[in-house]
């Protein structure tokens, strides 16, 4: 079984930074498995943010952050960050990591092939 627990959320103001974690218990997933992490508003669909593949490390992002936020992981810590810089108040939301414990070569952007998932942490961007 594995669990996810993000932390790292808060109140900034446009233009801030800010990092969130996720740490992972192995449980079931494996080196090919990638972990992502999505963001959700009120009334709206999960959205892909970002996603990096456990071996490696090869890394995927929605046209919509690319260029500002970065993902990266620490095995020996079973963690993966997602650092966003020069937020905006369109970033506001839940953000929730998941893990797809499937083979693939690309990351899913649809959550609902993710099998598990972090109970979420939230982001407030103010101007």
């Known amino acids: 079984q594995v669990q996810l627990v993000e932390s790292g959320g808060g109140l900034v103001q446009a233009g801030d930074s800010l990092r969130l974690s996720c740490a992972a218990t192995?449980?079931?997933?494996?080196?090919?498995?990638?972990l992502a992490w999505f963001r959700q508003t009120p009334g709206k669909e999960r959205e892909f943010v970002a996603a990096?593949?456990?071996?490696?490390?090869?890394?995927e992002y929605a046209e919509s952050v690319k260029g500002r936020i970065t993902l990266s992981k620490d095995n020996a810590k079973n963690a993966v960050y997602l650092e966003m810089n020069s937020l905006k108040p369109e970033d506001t939301a839940v953000y929730y990591c998941?893990?797809?414990?499937?083979?693939?070569?690309?990351?899913?952007?649809?959550?609902?092939?993710?099998?598990?998932w972090g109970q979420g942490t939230q982001v407030t961007v103010s101007l």
């Open positions: 998941a893990v797809d414990v499937e083979i693939r070569w690309n990351a899913p952007v649809v959550p609902d092939v993710y099998n598990y």
């Open positions: 990096i593949l456990w071996n490696g490390g090869r890394t």
């Open positions: 192995r449980g079931t997933f494996n080196d090919y498995s990638h």
